[in-house]
């Protein structure tokens, strides 16, 4: 049962990484227009190269 | 959000372009300081009702990006919105023509009115609130999973205490909008749907902690994680809703930028309404909407009054008339001395109307409240009653009397109750803003399930107050060529009907020379030799026939009446059919001559009219519909009609209203097409069926688990599950809309 002083943590870090990710999207606006984002990715605007 | 841009930014570049020149060449330092705090660049927001696509966003972005001046844009596509950065001296009229060009018809929006700021942050608080609840609850759920599968002695201790550590302080940040609230019904003395809630998570979070200390077997920490998620998620859908309508209402507000032409000195000075005084000048040009109310000093023209008092013929407009604002110019400029503006205008007037005949009408109580009104003491007592039971049945054991409580509490808590009208409301007002509806008011499709009686008005409602000329045919060809070429010298609405009607009937124009419009009269011109006039009955010396109608006069003794019918508006006659389908009584009301409702009334089938109705009269109408017992639903579009549509149980009207009608209607038509009216009713009878299955559903799930609660037999497996099941049941009915 030692193997729970890690598992534990460790389990808790993962969902923490996931939370902080989810702060961050939400803080950087991206789910202000999901309608805009899900077609942005069917554009082969900037295929060749990053948007200037 | 994309589209929130510094509103102070904007305004400077308004006032520099405004300030621009007369004052420029006598005072230059002004000019300087404008320069140096002018920004040196602007961000400018259009409409684009037609992006739908990711090519759309492509081919805006490409040819905004292409045109000079402009340093970057986005497309906003669930708004339908673009914001663009340029230099200053880009102005939205240059980026709508370059729009144009590439096919997409694009507005002006007004970006101070577009500051939806404070619902942002409000729907983000929610979410972040929604995502801790989230996290907790999937790693709660993981440590309880080891707990009901038989974990013993210090291990489950040890599981009960991470599972507090993680989930106390997330009913402490998530659970906030509920115990706010609930405190704040309980200080008007009331309790809501959010009491019961608030003393689940508080007495579920307790009495954990108190098991935990003591070893005990029982922890609810993954119910009050759960409860907390399920709640929020509920109260975000319905945040979503209500925030898309609000925000499609301050874009139809936006659409109309308030700025007018004002003569200074002789000069011609563009100025915002707000700044309009008594007594200036007002300049409007044909097409141009009455700002102010005013008496004529210049110039010559017809007005359109349908939207204040229905009538659906223009009437002639000249010196010393007076016209009040919401007035259309048609044929000529007209130079206006104001006498009445902004809060006085006669426009505002009626607006203060509709906030008495609002604020008038009986507070409806919608389906949750009644839920919740019964609901909320049924659950208190049987917590209590349970509490009381076992005490006296154990002797006085108060630990088990308040774990059987809180469990009962935790078992009976309104998750499903929570989630039950706002899917349904949000998978509803989804499919009714695809078929062109916008649900204003939360409570607008619960009331339009009621509806029994339909109240149409006429112009700009059924019809689209756009002409139609109904007997060309009558004449001779050398007639109706003479008139299409008096017609197309013309921008009034009925010539440019003719001169379409005559196109399509394939004659050509015949050589009409020196023609010249008369506004207010009509246009004249020369046809072989001879004078020749297309207008007024007045003008042309003939009898004014009793229907919308113009004249054409070209020497052959009695002149010819061209008349017009109005067109109706696109799914007029299927919306109606569709309602008289659904079994409710139709009524025609109309501010217009009885001739013109008549007609209408008999093509649509409609045998309940009425004719040359004042404002009070539609409004009184709509009232004894009421006393009599019915549930209104009125349609209408006019200021002559925004009485009548705060009076009604629900009300309609189509995005060309005027603002009042919009804001005194619960649900705006954004598109033309009217037969979204019928699947409307239609829907609405599904959503309500819906919710009252969604309490229905989770009704069943608590006589399922409440006697479990009450004997003691709950553990927070069986209240896990209930729960989530109920939820989950709840959820996927709501989807089932049609």
Same mark, same amino acid.
């Given at each position: ?52 | ?26 005072? !230059? ?38 045109? !000079? %001046? ?30 144009? %060009?590439? %096919? ?13 700021? &404070? ?33 013993? %002695? ?101 659409? &109309? ?188 499709? &619960? ?98 026939? #009793? ?11 009695? #002149? ?93 009207? !189509? ?51 409440? !006697? ?31």
């Amino acid at each position: 049962m030692e193997i729970l002083t890690y598992l534990i943590p460790v389990s808790l870090l993962l969902g923490g990484i996931g939370l902080a990710a989810f702060f961050w999207a939400l803080k950087t606006k991206q789910f202000d227009d999901p309608t805009g984002d899900a077609n942005r990715i069917l554009t082969k605007d900037w295929d060749d190269k990053p948007k200037p | 959000m994309t589209a929130t841009l510094e509103p102070k930014a904007f305004e400077d570049v308004e006032y520099a372009s405004v300030s621009a020149c007369p004052a420029c060449a006598a005072a !230059p330092s002004a000019a300087r300081i404008a320069q140096l705090s002018m920004p040196d660049h602007a961000r400018l927001m259009l409409s684009l009702p037609a992006a739908h696509c990711a090519a759309c966003i492509s081919t805006v972005e490409q040819a905004l990006a292409a045109t !000079p %001046g402009v340093q970057s844009s986005r497309v906003n596509l669930t708004l339908k919105r673009v914001s663009v950065d340029a230099d200053a001296a880009v102005t939205a009229d240059q980026l709508i023509s370059v729009l144009a %060009g590439v %096919g997409y018809e694009a507005h002006e929006l007004d970006a101070g009115l577009l500051s939806a700021t &404070e619902t942002d942050r409000q729907g983000r608080e929610l979410l972040m609130r929604l995502g801790v609840a989230f996290f907790s609850m999937m790693n709660v759920m993981l440590l309880s999973v080891a707990v009901w599968s038989g974990a013993e %002695g210090i291990t489950r201790d040890l599981f009960h205490w991470i599972s507090g550590a993680i989930a106390i302080p997330t009913v402490l940040f998530s659970g906030q909008p509920f115990f706010k609230s609930a405190w704040a019904g309980v200080k008007v003395g009331r309790l809501g749907m959010d009491f019961p809630i608030s003393l689940a998570l508080v007495l579920a979070s307790g009495i954990s902690i108190f098991e935990t200390w003591n070893s005990g077997v029982h922890a609810y920490f993954d119910a009050a994680v759960m409860l907390c998620f399920f709640l929020l998620l509920g109260r975000y859908l319905d945040h979503r809703t209500r925030a898309v309508a609000r925000s499609a209402a301050e874009e139809l507000a936006a659409l &109309e930028v308030p700025r007018t032409v004002v003569l200074v000195d002789g000069a011609e000075v563009t100025r915002a309404i707000s700044e309009i005084a008594v007594g200036d000048l007002v300049l409007v040009r044909p097409g141009g909407r009455m700002p102010v109310d005013g008496v004529v000093v210049d110039g010559t023209s017809e007005v359109d009054r349908s939207l204040l008092t229905g009538e659906s013929l223009p009437v002639f407009a000249g010196p010393d008339m007076v016209v009040s604002a919401g007035e259309v110019n048609l044929t000529g400029p007209l130079t206006l001395r104001v006498t009445a503006a902004g809060k006085d205008s006669s426009l505002h007037r009626m607006a203060d109307l509709v906030a008495v005949a609002e604020s008038a009408k009986t507070k409806y109580t919608t389906l949750a409240e009644r839920a919740a009104s019964w609901y909320s003491p049924i659950v208190h007592l049987l917590s209590f009653g349970a509490f009381g039971f076992w005490m006296w049945k154990t002797g006085g054991d108060l630990r088990y009397a308040v774990n059987i409580s809180a469990a009962t509490l935790i078992i009976t808590c309104p998750c499903a109750l929570g989630l039950a009208v706002p899917a349904v409301v949000t998978s509803a007002s989804g499919r009714l803003f695809r078929k062109g509806l916008l649900i204003k008011h939360g409570t607008a499709l &619960e009331r339009l399930a009621q509806v029994d009686t339909v109240v149409f008005d006429k112009t700009g409602t059924l019809t689209m107050g756009a002409p139609e000329v109904t007997n060309l045919a009558d004449h001779p060809r050398a007639a109706v060529e003479v008139a299409a070429a008096l017609a197309s010298a013309s921008s009034h609405p009925l010539a440019i009907a003719l001169a379409d009607a005559s196109r399509k009937a394939g004659i050509q124009p015949a050589q009409v020379d020196a023609l010249r419009e008369v506004p207010g009269y009509g246009v004249e011109g020369l046809w072989r030799g001879q004078a020749v006039r297309l207008g007024r009955a007045s003008w042309c010396d003939a009898d004014e026939a #009793a229907m919308t109608a113009t004249y054409l006069c070209a020497g052959e003794g009695s #002149a010819r009446a061209f008349t017009f019918t109005d067109r109706l508006r696109p799914g007029a006659e299927a919306a109606i059919a569709e309602l008289i389908a659904q079994g409710k009584t139709i009524r025609l009301i109309s501010g217009d001559t009885e001739g013109a409702v008549a007609a209408l009334a008999n093509r649509l089938g409609i045998t309940d009219w009425a004719s040359g109705a004042l404002p009070a009269e539609k409004a009184a109408l709509v009232r004894d519909l009421t006393l009599q017992g019915r549930h209104v639903l009125m349609v209408g579009d006019g200021l002559n009609d925004t009485a009548a549509l705060a009076a009604a149980h629900v009300s309609i009207s !189509p995005a060309s209203a005027l603002d009042a009608a919009r804001a005194a209607s619960d649900i705006v038509l954004l598109g033309q097409d009217m037969a979204a009216i019928g699947d409307a009713t239609r829907i609405s009878g599904q959503t309500k069926r819906r919710i009252l299955q969604n309490f229905g559903l989770s009704a069943l799930y608590n006589v399922i688990a409440v !006697p479990l609660a009450l004997t003691g037999f709950a553990t927070p497996l069986a209240a896990a599950l209930a729960m989530s099941l109920s939820s989950i049941t709840v959820s996927l009915n709501s989807l089932r809309l049609k």
